[in-house]
């Protein structure tokens, strides 16, 4: 019945009286109101107001967990909604010790204590799309470099295809949209001295989230903003799900140097001049060229060229 009503409310516009939820669904007053809370407690924001009714205000902002179903292969099999957690990454962390199975999914409508590379913290209001997931994998700790990458090569392909937007990727873990952040990715490790024992990679996308606060705002746009329509989340998730089932699958057997080339035609950081902050020291150079450990190649002005796998990178032109 919960669901009942609230396929009413999608479909209407405008206010729906309780009296007529009651007549059409053959249930009283007091039932109605008692489905009506259960929603707003699932996170649903629904307004009530005496003589008109209830109205839905939230309707693309929410997801249906029974329409994110696809045939999954690595990832996407397991997927868990919550209204709010201190971050993705830490819920699956917690899960991890109690051995959560791989390719798990956990999201969260917001998060309280979202972060980003560096321990920075990512805004995470509600409007965005917060999830991470892990997988349990016979993979070196070197290989989180290639993750990272591969995982924002998934989200700019599902974004370019759901919008029609001309995402790319900036090394090694934002996707952005006109030189403007849309999408942050996090991937942390629990391994062994040689092997992981299983990685983490959270994913934060800037979704139906209509303004930013005023330090972040010139770096800072949502698919809402670029779109200027607002965008079913359930949809758009499941979309992003499928992309990246797909590619860590191909991952986890070999990238294939189509995939390579592929991804490179998407890098916004390639070809540009960049510096790169390591500790104390700044490297500065031309980014010319990705390996297939996901290092970024950077030419120096006496032409040397240097592999780096991490670091705070600063690319000309873009934020």
């Not at 934002?174 to 942050?184: F, P, S």
């Not at 959270?202 to 139906?208: A, F, L, R, S």
């Amino acid at each position: 019945m919960k669901d009942r009503i609230l396929s009413v409310l999608k479909n209407a516009d405008g206010y729906v009286s309780g009296e007529d939820l009651s007549k059409n669904l053959g249930i009283t007053r007091s039932a109605v109101w008692k489905h009506i809370s259960q929603l707003k407690d699932e996170g649903y924001i629904i307004n009530s107001v005496r003589n008109r009714g209830y109205k839905l205000e939230n309707v693309f902002d929410m997801i249906d967990e029974k329409k994110l179903s696809f045939n999954a292969e690595t990832l996407g099999m397991k997927i868990i909604l919550l209204k709010s957690t201190d971050s993705t990454n830490n819920e699956l962390k917690r899960l991890a010790r109690i051995n959560e199975e791989s390719g798990t999914v956990v999201c969260a409508y917001s998060q309280t204590a979202g972060k980003g590379r560096f321990g920075r913290q990512w805004q995470s209001d509600n409007g965005g799309l917060y999830f991470s997931f892990i997988l349990r994998a016979d993979l070196p700790p070197s290989d989180i470099a290639s993750i990272t990458l591969s995982a924002g090569y998934a989200v700019c392909l599902a974004i370019r295809e759901y919008t029609g937007l001309d995402a790319k990727i900036k090394w090694p873990n934002d996707i952005i949209i006109e030189n403007r952040k849309v999408c942050g990715i996090l991937t942390e490790i629990a391994a062994q001295s040689d092997r992981m024992d299983y990685l983490i990679t959270g994913i934060g996308i800037n979704v139906n989230n209509a303004a930013f606060p005023e330090e972040i705002r010139h770096k800072a746009t949502s698919l809402l903003i670029e779109t200027g329509k607002n965008i079913d989340k359930t949809e758009f998730f499941r979309t992003v799900l499928t992309y990246l089932d797909k590619v860590m699958t191909s991952f986890l057997v070999s990238i294939s140097l189509d995939e390579m080339e592929n991804f490179k035609k998407l890098c916004a950081t390639l070809g540009k001049n960049v510096s790169v902050r390591r500790g104390e020291k700044t490297l500065t150079g031309k980014a010319v060229d990705i390996t297939p450990l996901g290092e970024l190649v950077i030419e120096t002005e006496d032409k040397e060229k240097m592999n780096i796998s991490s670091g705070e990178v600063t690319v000309q032109g873009i934020y």
